[in-house]
């Protein structure tokens, strides 16, 4: 599991997608969220705007990620 460092109290699913290099832009995410199954906790999430936390795991394309300070 990849440990997604962040700063701030959250990171937006974009972001979050665009920041680990999925996607090139953030006007890319929703095309992507409607395409590709990305979960959250282990549920389907398909909100670009959806805020991720600490300890927040997400599973995109068989990798799994954790939010992290």
Not at 23 to 48: P, Q
């Amino acid at each position: 599991m990849k440990k997604i460092v962040i700063t701030s109290e959250y990171i937006t699913l974009g972001q979050f997608l665009k920041f680990t290099a999925i996607i090139s832009s953030g006007a890319m995410a929703k095309h992507y969220l409607a395409e590709n199954t990305v979960y959250v906790n282990g549920e389907i999430e398909t909100r670009r705007g959806r805020k991720l936390y600490e300890n927040d795991q997400i599973e995109v394309e068989n990798e799994k990620y954790v939010i992290g300070k």
